[in-house]
Nanobody, 125 residues
Framework: HVQFEESGGGLVQSVGSLRLSCAASGSTFKEYPMGWFRQAPGKERMFVSLCNWNGDYTDYDDCVNGRFTISRNNAKNTVYMQMNGLQPEDAAVYYC??????????????????WGQGTQVTVSS
């Protein structure tokens, strides 16, 4: 079992930057591909980014590609997401999650096994 704690959210002005962190407890963190999702009020939880176990494969939703960067440090049991050029439409609760051992589509939230509690990102225009 793995538990996650996100941090780094907050209020930022449009085109500003934030760096989210997701710290894991448990020795099996490095075994899991890790994803970031976000959920705005009244909307579904949406895929944002993913990195594989060692970070040499990453993928992004089109709406953040080129602005957000996911990375991880397995020695620190932490996954990060650098968010640049933030826009009001990026405002949401951001969650990190560990992908399940068996999956068919990693952009689906129901494929993920463990979730953090979320961190709020607010962007003012």
């Amino acid at each position: 079992h793995v538990q996650f704690e996100e941090s780094g959210g907050g209020l930022v002005q449009s085109v500003g930057s934030l760096r989210l962190s997701c710290a894991a407890s448990g020795s099996t963190f490095k075994e899991y591909p890790m994803g970031w999702f976000r959920q705005a009020p009244g909307k579904e939880r949406m895929f944002v980014s993913l990195c594989n176990w060692n970070g040499d494969y990453t993928d992004y939703d089109d709406c953040v590609n080129g602005r957000f960067t996911i990375s991880r440090n397995n020695a620190k049991n932490t996954v990060y997401m650098q968010m640049n050029g933030l826009q009001p439409e990026d405002a949401a609760v951001y969650y990190c999650a560990a992908l399940g051992d068996i999956y068919t589509e990693y952009r689906r939230s129901d494929e993920y096994k463990y979730w953090g509690q979320g961190t709020q990102v607010t962007v003012s225009s």
